[in-house]
């Protein structure tokens, strides 16, 4: 039995949605310095949709690939909806990961509310810091040399 499952090894090996989006509306990056995973969420928004979503990943396989189905289960929905996006959710959509690789799944989720909050942050939206507990408490420890728990 292999250690990754067939969605694993698929968004890894064809990833979706990677590149830069240039003039993107909302920009997240990630980054855990243990393993070494960083990931950059572009995000374009109209009437609160996101309709394009593209990333960059310097990482593992688990990184990449969870960073693929993340964007792939946020493009096309509401603002509100893909911020409830969680780890264990896009874990599930790759049919499971390694335990040791479920951070992957975090930087992914982290990713996409670093994205839609500076979108709201250029746009002067009005935001609940709960709803970005995960990205700001990660900000919070990089800022004061932290760690992020993991």
Do not use: W
Request: glycine content about 10%.
């Amino acid at each position: 039995m292999s250690l990754y499952s067939e969605k694993v090894m698929d968004h890894f090996k064809h990833p979706r949605n990677v590149g830069v989006i240039e003039d993107a509306d909302g920009v997240g990056e990630v980054g855990n310095a243990k393993c070494g995973d960083i990931m950059k969420m572009y995000i374009k928004v109209e009437n609160g949709i996101l309709t394009d979503v593209k990333f960059e990943t310097f990482g593992c396989g688990s990184a990449i690939a969870s960073s693929s189905m993340a964007t792939e289960m946020i493009k096309g929905k509401p603002l509100s909806e893909a911020l409830g996006l969680t780890n264990k959710a896009v874990a599930e959509a790759l049919d499971g990961l390694p335990a040791y690789k479920m951070h992957c799944s975090v930087l992914a989720e982290q990713a996409v509310q670093a994205a839609i909050l500076d979108y709201y942050k250029k746009n002067n939206i009005p935001y609940d810091e709960a709803d970005f507990k995960c990205v700001l408490c990660a900000h919070e420890h990089d800022e004061h040399g932290g760690d992020d728990g993991e």
